[in-house]
């Protein structure tokens, strides 16, 4: 069985391919994985511009395709022209494509005449939530491609993503296979800045119920009670900010780029290193927002608005006060997330915690996570985190929960017309 799966709910634009059988202790492997981010494009404002990410989404989609079935080799050159009329139908039903996404109606208009249809079984798309500009982009372009080549689509939770890819293992012997294989190789494709990961194997790791799940990411702060693959309930949330939010403002108050996580990390780390050579004191105090709430909700609009304060009192900041704020940011938003997370594996009796979403590639949270667990729960409760570099956006982690849905038996399939993006989506 292979997965066509397509990812623009943000600003990554991801297409991946992913090959499984429907056993659910059994090999997922990538068979192709084409990704376009567009940091660079957004970080002159400080976060992500709507339009200007769909219409990257747009250019990039069909390049990315192209590249990702070509890394399966499943993309055959078609050895005979389409038919005058043949080319009329195909034209005509890509007309739906028309009034909003001329681009992608253009490229696959050429897409379609040039190669065949590839042996695929399922194209996984995320439907929300995001930006609906964006999502709306993966959609039709899934639409598109179901339409032409007459394959399902599963619509796609990009939360659901971010669960499913924390519970995931790598298997030993492709990760050798790795070893050997050169970089990912950015070169050939410089200009679109497209990033391809070689090929892995993953399996499902044997993950006990119930669990909850920490997601941490640029646009969703969230607890989730998760009793099986797919059975989610919501427990708490932001009331504002989401955490890479208010990492990414405070980066913007301090100088760093955009996105501020890793910034912010690394400034912070500077910080603690120095207290252990020369215990420089900490002068900046932040509040926890909500940390004596008594439910699961979280509020980080007040910790970047007391950032703010705090460097307006303080003057002028030298590299050492950046470091500073940096590390007590990171101590104050760790220290909530923690404080609600062990609540709610009291509460829920969970024997597993998956963290989840851009910010879980934060190593200070995994390393106080891991410690603090360990302390309080020893063997009982199991901690997972996603490999670094499948935390933020892609489109393995949507090829993966579609994956999910099928060894559990809970795939909901939809066609091309009733398939419909929503922002909002909840889980
Ligand atoms: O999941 P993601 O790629 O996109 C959304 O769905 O939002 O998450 C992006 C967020 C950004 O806010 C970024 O600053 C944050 O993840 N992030 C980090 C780190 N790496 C990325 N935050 C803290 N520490 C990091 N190392
Ligand atoms: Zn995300």
Redesign the pocket.
């Known amino acids: 069985m292979k997965i066509l799966s397509i990812e623009t709910?943000?600003d990554?634009t991801g297409i991946a391919v992913l090959g499984a059988d429907s056993n659910i202790s059994t090999e997922i492997t990538i068979l192709g994985n084409a990704l376009a981010s567009q940091i660079d494009l957004h970080a002159k404002y400080g976060g992500v511009f709507p339009a200007l990410a769909k219409r990257a989404h747009a250019e990039k989609l069909v390049p990315l395709l192209s590249e990702a079935l070509n890394q399966t080799n499943l993309l055959k050159l078609k050895t005979t022209l389409l038919s005058q009329s043949e080319k009329d139908q195909m034209k005509e039903s890509l007309e739906f494509l028309a009034p909003k996404e001329n681009m992608l109606q253009i490229q696959f208009v050429d897409f379609f005449q040039k190669y065949e249809k590839p042996e695929i079984d399922y194209i996984a798309v995320t439907v929300g939530p995001g930006l609906e500009p964006a999502l709306w982009v993966g959609v039709n372009a899934a639409r598109a491609l179901s339409i032409i080549w007459n394959i399902p689509i599963i619509p796609i939770n990009?939360m659901e993503g971010?669960i499913v890819t924390a519970a995931i293992e790598a298997l030993e012997k492709k990760c050798e296979f790795l070893d050997l294989a050169a970089e990912p190789q950015t070169q050939r494709f410089e200009d679109l800045k497209i990033r391809i990961q070689p090929e892995r194997a993953f399996k499902f790791t044997d993950l006990k119920f119930p669990a909850i799940s920490l997601l941490i990411?640029?646009?969703?702060t969230e607890l989730v009670l998760v009793t099986s693959f797919g059975q989610y309930q919501k427990i708490g949330q932001t009331r504002d900010d989401a955490v890479?939010?208010a990492?990414?403002k405070v980066a913007r108050m301090i100088g760093l780029p955009y996105?501020?996580?890793?910034g912010?990390?690394r400034l912070a780390r500077n910080y603690r290193e120095k207290i252990l050579e020369k215990k420089i004191e900490n002068i900046f105090s932040l509040p926890r927002p909500m940390i004596h709430s008594g439910d699961y909700d979280f509020s980080f609009s007040g910790i970047k608005t007391a950032a703010l304060y705090a460097m307006r009192d303080h003057g002028e900041m030298s590299e050492v006060d950046k470091e500073m704020l940096s590390a007590e940011f990171e101590d104050a938003v760790t220290e909530v997330l923690l404080k609600k997370t062990l609540k709610a594996i009291e509460e829920y009796q969970a024997q597993s915690v998956i963290v989840g979403?851009?910010?879980a590639?934060?190593?200070f949270i995994r390393e106080e996570f891991t410690q603090t667990l360990q302390e309080k729960f020893g063997e009982s409760v199991t901690l997972y985190f996603p490999e670094p570099w499948l935390?933020?956006?892609n489109a393995i982690m949507i090829g993966l929960a579609a994956i999910s849905q099928i060894k559990t038996g809970q795939i909901k399939t939809s066609t091309p017309k009733n398939l419909v993006a929503d922002g909002n989506l909840s889980l």
Do not use: L
């Open positions: 709910s943000c990554e990009h971010h990411s640029g646009g969703h890479g939010e990492f990414d996105p501020g996580g890793p912010i990390s979403g851009g910010v590639s934060n190593t935390a933020t956006d």
